[in-house]
């Protein structure tokens, strides 16, 4: 069987990739390459409609969603994880 790739579980932690499928991750991805870049369109899209919600207008709320994921990409390369 394939091995987990969410990035918790590459540090060493005890995350299985099936238990992020009740934060919108799909099935299908579990287990499977890409795994962690839809992890990250998922959040993205969390933290937009979460700045959206505290007033931000779109334009706004995207650039610092957009922001926010280049960071995580940059830590994640950064710390030798894998997408």
Known sequence: MAEDQNWLSQTGQDFKDLD??????????????????????????????????????ESQARFKADEQKSKAIKAAKDNGLVF
């Open 20 to 57: 992020f499928v009740e934060l919108g991750i799909s099935e299908d991805m579990v287990k499977q390459k890409g795994f962690n870049r839809s992890m990250l369109d998922i959040v993205h899209a969390q933290n937009m409609a979460g700045y959206i919600a505290d007033g931000m207008d």
